[in-house]
């Protein structure tokens, strides 16, 4: 599936929750403006997503050649307060780009993923915003942890 109109029948075929992890190049990023240069990206995918209530941009990290983006789609339970206590895999859904977008299931995904999540909302703690920006090129702190 490589058009971006067949990804969004895929991605709204229903309403069940899934999730999204977006993998793309880092070198597409604005390195002084992780957050905003990736809500750019986003909106590539899924114009005005901002304005959509079933799509929530949860997290980013950064490595030095490639960033993952973690999007929840139908997920009207997420609650911030108790992310980092999450134990309830949604389904996983990597959408790559390449030469064009690629959308595939990787249920291998769905609990590492959940993890990985539930640990930044953790590292991150109770007063940081989404999205969560977890850069990998430097050393990373946490402030706030929960």
Not at 27 to 40: E, G
Not at 42 to 71: C, G, H, K, Y
Not at 77 to 86: M, R, S
Not at 133 to 144: A, G, K, L, N
Request: hydrophobic share 35%; glycine share 0%.
């Amino acid at each position: 599936m490589s058009d971006l109109s067949s990804i969004h029948e895929k991605v709204f075929e229903n309403s069940d929750a899934k999730r999204l992890v977006m993998k793309f190049d880092t070198n597409r990023l604005d390195p002084h403006d992780y957050a905003n240069s990736a809500k750019r990206i986003l909106n590539e995918v899924f114009p005005d997503w901002e304005r959509d209530s079933r799509i929530l941009f949860l997290a980013m990290e950064v490595f030095q050649r490639r960033t993952f983006i973690a999007i929840d789609i139908n997920h009207h339970d997420y609650d911030f307060k108790t992310a980092h206590e999450d134990e309830k895999p949604l389904p996983v859904y990597w959408l790559r780009q390449k030469k064009h977008w690629t959308l595939n299931r990787i249920p291998k995904e769905d609990t590492r993923t959940c993890r990985r999540l539930a640990e930044l909302h953790r590292s991150h703690g109770y007063n940081a915003t989404l999205p969560l920006v977890e850069d990998c090129t430097s050393v990373i702190v946490h402030d706030d942890p929960r």
